[in-house]
């Protein structure tokens, strides 16, 4: 909802936007969360006396890769995708870039999607700037390819009501550094399954980068525990089961 963005980038919510988020939620027969926090939000601020269940979305079975841990890629490339803007935490990544490129000299930022360049660049010190590199749009096969060449994927989201970026990550068998606001905590483990961070936390967020790159072998580990966690929790053979029964249990419920 757009109450939820506002509240979660720390803007002033209007009185008639969350009423209309309000409604326009109330009138169906049945609201189903894609996260905990997802329902968390609408319980505490839209619908507190309705029934909620909840089913995390599914990543497809052909996203998964045939990983090995001996091709994980050599420690050089922090990878950002998607919307190139403040929301996604673009400018956050930009700015911890400054610490990590002092101290890691071979590592370059590549971002991928359409957005805000010039903001991103303004953020980046001249001395670093030939060390970032925009891709532009890709295909989603282009984007997987991609994400398999990276060393290390950073999307320090401000929002997301479900972050599938998150789930393509691992299942690619990369490392990804992932913000904590919202579904991060119910989709990683920190420090086991890949890192938390706040898109506030520049400091933070370079700090952990830093710590990717001088510790490749566990940064690879990481990425394997992120792959299992992917495959055995969020994998369409466990949530498609799920989705059937959750939506039998309606129908069954409205033919009585």
């Given amino acids: 909802t757009w109450s939820a963005l506002l509240y979660y980038m720390k803007r002033e919510i209007p009185a008639y936007v969350q009423e209309n988020d309000k409604?326009?939620?109330a009138r169906a027969d049945y609201i189903c969360g894609v996260s905990y926090d997802s329902i968390e939000y609408v319980k505490r601020f839209l619908l507190p006396d309705r029934r909620f269940d909840m089913v995390y979305n599914p990543i497809e079975n052909n996203l998964f890769s045939n990983i090995q841990t001996s091709d994980y890629p050599e420690a050089k490339?922090?990878?950002?995708?998607?919307?190139?803007d403040k929301r996604k935490g673009a400018y956050s990544l930009a700015r911890a870039f400054n610490l990590v490129a002092d101290n890691v000299p071979q590592a370059e930022l590549v971002y991928v999607g359409y957005g805000?360049?010039?903001q991103v660049m303004n953020d980046v010190s001249p001395e670093y700037r030939n060390r970032v590199v925009f891709k532009g749009f890709m295909t989603r096969q282009e984007l997987m390819n991609e994400i398999d060449n990276a060393f290390l994927c950073v999307l320090p989201s401000y929002f997301e009501t479900f972050a599938m970026a998150a789930l393509e990550v691992a299942a690619r068998g990369r490392a990804l550094l992932f913000s904590e606001i919202?579904?991060?905590?119910?989709?990683?483990?920190d420090g086991n399954t890949g890192w938390l961070i706040h898109p506030d936390n520049t400091e933070h967020?370079?700090?952990t980068i830093i710590y990717a790159f001088e510790h490749p072998q566990e940064t690879s580990q990481i990425a394997r525990a992120g792959y299992e966690k992917c495959k055995s929790e969020f994998s369409t053979e466990v949530?498609?089961?799920q989705l059937e029964k959750y939506y039998q249990n309606i129908i069954d419920n409205k033919t009585k």
Avoid at 77 to 84: P, R, S, V, Y
Avoid at 182 to 189: R, V
């Fill in 182 to 189: 919202n579904t991060g905590k119910e989709l990683i483990d």
């Fill in 23 to 25: 409604r326009h939620i």
């Fill in 239 to 241: 949530i498609i089961p």
């Fill in 205 to 207: 967020i370079a700090d």
């Fill in 116 to 118: 805000e360049q010039e």
């Fill in 77 to 84: 490339t922090i990878l950002f995708f998607g919307k190139i």
